[in-house]
C-alpha cells in the first residue's frame, strides 16, 4: 500500500474511487469539480492510498480555510480498514495545517471521537423568509423564481469559482449564492444585514440563510431581525434534490485545542457545498 498526495495524472482511478462510493452525479465525478477543490494548495489538497493494482482504495480531501485543515471526502475500502492507512493520509493534510472537520451523521462523529478529538459548538442555520409573502407555505417559499442578478454576478473570490454555482456579491458588499431554482439565497458573508434583506427582496428572492458555528456574536443582529433557527422554519436545509422538513444537524471538531474566538464560516470544510448546504 502507498500513501501520497494526489495530482491530475491521477484523475482516471480518482473518477473510478468516486463513482465506486458517491451517489450518481456527485461533484467529484467531475474533473473540473476536484480540480477546484483540491488543484491548488493555496485552497485544498487530496490525499490517496493505492493498491498493488495501482488502484485508489482510499481518500481524504482537504480544505485550507481559516488557517485550518479541514477533512473532508474521506472514504478507506472495507478491506483496507484496521492497518493505520487513514492515519498516514490524516498525517499527509497535518503536514499544511492542523486539522478540522465537520461532521453531519454518526459514522463521521464516531469516526473522530475514537481519534479523541475536540468536539465544540454545533453549527447554526439562520433562516429568513420574504416578508412581504402572504403564502409563507413550504410550497410557496420554495419554488423556482427569476431574478436579474447580471450586475451583480462575481466570480472573484475562490469560493465563487466553484463549478455551477453562481456568487453574487451586493451593493452593501455582503456575498450570497444564488439558488433561484428553490427561491432563495445562501449568504457566505453579511455586511449590512438590512441592505441586504431589502436588496434581496427588491431582486424577488423569497428566502435567505446563513450557516456559521453557535458563538458566532454577529447571529444576535440576525435574530433580531427576525431570522429563525432553521427547524423553526419552512426551508430545508437539504436543497437538491430538496427535501422538505430536513433540518441543519452538523457538528464542528478539531485535532487540538483552538480559541474560543473562532468562527466557523460557510466556506470552511464542505457544509456549504452548493446544493448540500
Same mark, same amino acid.
Given at each position: 500500500?502507498?500513501?501520497?498526495?494526489?495530482?491530475?495524472?491521477?484523475?482516471?482511478?480518482?473518477?473510478?474511487?468516486?463513482?465506486?462510493?458517491?451517489? #450518481?452525479?456527485?461533484?467529484?465525478?467531475?474533473?473540473?469539480?476536484?480540480?477546484?477543490?483540491?488543484?491548488?494548495?493555496?485552497?485544498?489538497?487530496?490525499? +490517496?492510498?493505492?493498491?498493488?493494482?495501482? $488502484?485508489? @482504495?482510499?481518500?481524504?480531501?482537504?480544505?485550507?480555510?481559516?488557517?485550518?485543515?479541514?477533512?473532508?471526502?474521506?472514504?478507506?475500502? =472495507?478491506?483496507?480498514?484496521?492497518?493505520?492507512?487513514?492515519?498516514?493520509?490524516?498525517?499527509?493534510?497535518?503536514?499544511?495545517?492542523?486539522?478540522?472537520?465537520?461532521?453531519?451523521? $454518526?459514522?463521521?462523529?464516531?469516526?473522530?471521537?475514537?481519534?479523541?478529538?475536540?468536539?465544540?459548538?454545533?453549527? =447554526?442555520?439562520?433562516?429568513? =423568509?420574504?416578508?412581504?409573502?402572504? %403564502?409563507?407555505?413550504?410550497?410557496?417559499?420554495?419554488?423556482?423564481?427569476? @431574478?436579474?442578478?447580471? %450586475?451583480?454576478?462575481?466570480?472573484?473570490?475562490?469560493?465563487?469559482?466553484?463549478?455551477? +454555482?453562481?456568487?453574487? =456579491?451586493?451593493?452593501?458588499?455582503?456575498?450570497?449564492?444564488?439558488?433561484?431554482?428553490?427561491?432563495?439565497?445562501?449568504?457566505?458573508?453579511?455586511?449590512? +444585514?438590512?441592505?441586504?434583506?431589502?436588496? #434581496?427582496? /427588491?431582486?424577488?428572492?423569497?428566502?435567505?440563510?446563513?450557516?456559521?458555528?453557535?458563538?458566532?456574536?454577529?447571529?444576535?443582529?440576525?435574530?433580531?431581525?427576525?431570522?429563525?433557527? %432553521?427547524?423553526?422554519? /419552512?426551508?430545508?436545509?437539504?436543497?437538491?434534490?430538496?427535501?422538505?422538513?430536513?433540518?441543519?444537524?452538523?457538528?464542528?471538531?478539531?485535532?487540538?485545542?483552538?480559541?474560543?474566538?473562532? /468562527? /466557523?464560516?460557510?466556506?470552511?470544510?464542505?457544509?456549504?457545498?452548493?446544493?448540500?448546504?
Amino acid at each position: 500500500m502507498i500513501t501520497r498526495e494526489a495530482t491530475i495524472q491521477d484523475w482516471d482511478k480518482l473518477r473510478a474511487f468516486f463513482i465506486k462510493i458517491y451517489r #450518481a452525479n456527485h461533484p467529484l465525478h467531475k474533473l473540473e469539480f476536484w480540480e477546484w477543490q483540491y488543484g491548488n494548495a493555496k485552497y485544498g489538497r487530496s490525499f +490517496i492510498c493505492l493498491n498493488n493494482n495501482q $488502484e485508489v @482504495v482510499g481518500h481524504v480531501g482537504a480544505n485550507f480555510q481559516g488557517g485550518l485543515a479541514w477533512i473532508i471526502n474521506v472514504y478507506l475500502d =472495507v478491506e483496507c480498514r484496521g492497518q493505520g492507512i487513514l492515519g498516514k493520509l490524516y498525517a499527509l493534510a497535518r503536514n499544511y495545517y492542523p486539522l478540522a472537520a465537520t461532521a453531519a451523521n $454518526e459514522a463521521g462523529l464516531g469516526l473522530y471521537r475514537n481519534m479523541r478529538w475536540i468536539r465544540y459548538y454545533d453549527l =447554526v442555520r439562520y433562516v429568513k =423568509v420574504n416578508p412581504k409573502l402572504e %403564502d409563507q407555505s413550504f410550497k410557496s417559499v420554495c419554488k423556482n423564481i427569476e @431574478v436579474d442578478i447580471e %450586475d451583480l454576478l462575481d466570480a472573484k473570490s475562490h469560493y465563487f469559482q466553484q463549478p455551477g +454555482i453562481k456568487g453574487l =456579491v451586493f451593493n452593501d458588499g455582503s456575498q450570497a449564492v444564488s439558488q433561484e431554482n428553490v427561491g432563495g439565497l445562501r449568504a457566505v458573508n453579511i455586511v449590512d +444585514i438590512n441592505a441586504f434583506e431589502e436588496q #434581496a427582496w /427588491v431582486l424577488g428572492y423569497r428566502w435567505i440563510d446563513y450557516i456559521t458555528s453557535w458563538n458566532n456574536l454577529e447571529t444576535k443582529k440576525l435574530a433580531k431581525n427576525n431570522w429563525t433557527l %432553521d427547524y423553526k422554519n /419552512v426551508v430545508p436545509w437539504r436543497l437538491n434534490p430538496i427535501e422538505e422538513n430536513y433540518f441543519c444537524d452538523i457538528t464542528f471538531l478539531s485535532e487540538k485545542p483552538l480559541s474560543n474566538e473562532f /468562527v /466557523v464560516n460557510r466556506n470552511f470544510s464542505d457544509h456549504g457545498r452548493i446544493g448540500s448546504l
